[in-house]
């Protein structure tokens, strides 16, 4: 470049540096844009995804959502489905363990226990093709709660009276302001069997357990990783790596490879979120949520 092009081209960027920055903003998102794009697209080398199934489980969207985006992902060769859940809602857990177990139907998926991955968390994990659990992972917990508050004692020293009118005798089970009748506690007892019978065939499925040996396991005991891998309930003992490299053998990495990762579903802080979610959290334990009881794994 001559010295007068150059100077021509000082005298230009003085005049407009807004637009000489702005064009150089906008350069540097494109790049930034692309590079994304080519970790996290179809032109990305081949990966394992990890799938994060975390805290309580209340709704399955975001994880059923990121699996079927990894299962779409050419360039996914393997799945990680990372539990570190205590369980949650009956409806989501299966709706998580069936999203693990298409997703199971397309590409390899192995699960990885965390702290803890019991009741719904172990539900969930049900769906993958191998199960790895740390010595000390808490899981199992197979079975169905229900808790029903009874608050009839303070309302009534509140001075508090509450009549429902409905059209059938167990509309209004489950009401916190009463004791249940012997019918409604029936009524939930049909429930919670129907709901367990459900978790205990897809354990009974899944692990290909006797089914006398698998209801006597289902009694709601918690487990460590060693006691479920003793009983059938786990396939091996090992952490998160081991879990990583038993992907890469089935997803056939070379021996010794480091995969890259693409980790999900993304994390959206927020406080207002963060604080319906507690709150959420809490009527789901005293299953009062929207005035329905709440059943959990």
């Known amino acids: 470049m001559s010295p007068d092009s150059r100077a021509a081209k000082k005298k230009w960027r003085k005049r407009h540096p807004f637009l000489f920055w702005g064009g150089i903003f906008l350069l540097v998102l494109a790049a930034g844009h692309a590079a994304h794009w080519a970790a996290r697209g179809p032109l990305a080398g081949p ?17 059923t959502d990121w699996l079927e985006t990894v299962c779409r992902d050419s360039s996914v060769r393997a799945v990680v489905v990372r539990v570190n859940s205590p369980g949650g809602g009956v409806a989501p857990s299966q709706e998580l363990y069936r999203a693990v177990k298409r997703a199971a139907e397309i590409k390899p998926v192995v699960v990885s226990m965390g702290a803890v991955a019991a009741s719904g968390g172990y539900y969930a994990a049900l769906g993958g093709r ?33 009549k429902t009118l409905s059209t059938g005798s167990l509309k209004d089970a489950g009401s916190f302001s009463r004791s249940p009748s012997p019918e409604e506690e ?8 129907d709901m367990f019978e459900e978790f205990l065939s ?10 006398e ?10 487990m460590t990783g060693r006691q479920a891998l003793k009983a059938g309930l786990v396939d091996r003992i090992g952490d998160f790596r081991d879990a990583l490299a038993r992907a890469g053998e089935l997803g056939r ?7 890259d990762l693409v980790t999900g579903p993304e994390k959206s802080f927020s406080l207002v979120r963060e604080i319906f979610g507690v709150l959420l959290e809490i009527s789901a334990d005293r299953g009062i949520a929207a005035g329905q009881p709440v059943f959990l794994y």
């Open 47 to 63: 990966r394992i995804a990890v799938v994060n199934i975390e805290g309580l489980i209340l709704d399955a969207a975001a994880v």
């Open 202 to 211: 897809a354990v009974i499925r899944e692990r290909k357990l006797p089914p």
């Open 186 to 193: 029936a009524y939930f007892q049909d429930l919670i069997r």
């Open 213 to 222: 040996q698998a209801r006597a396991l289902a009694d709601g005991r918690a």
């Open 253 to 259: 990495f070379p021996p010794g490879a480091l995969p």
């Open 130 to 162: 191998e199960i790895f659990a740390n010595p000390s992972t808490l899981t199992a917990g197979i079975g169905v709660k229900l808790r029903l508050p009874n608050l009839e004692g303070l309302l009534r020293a509140a001075g508090i009276a509450e």
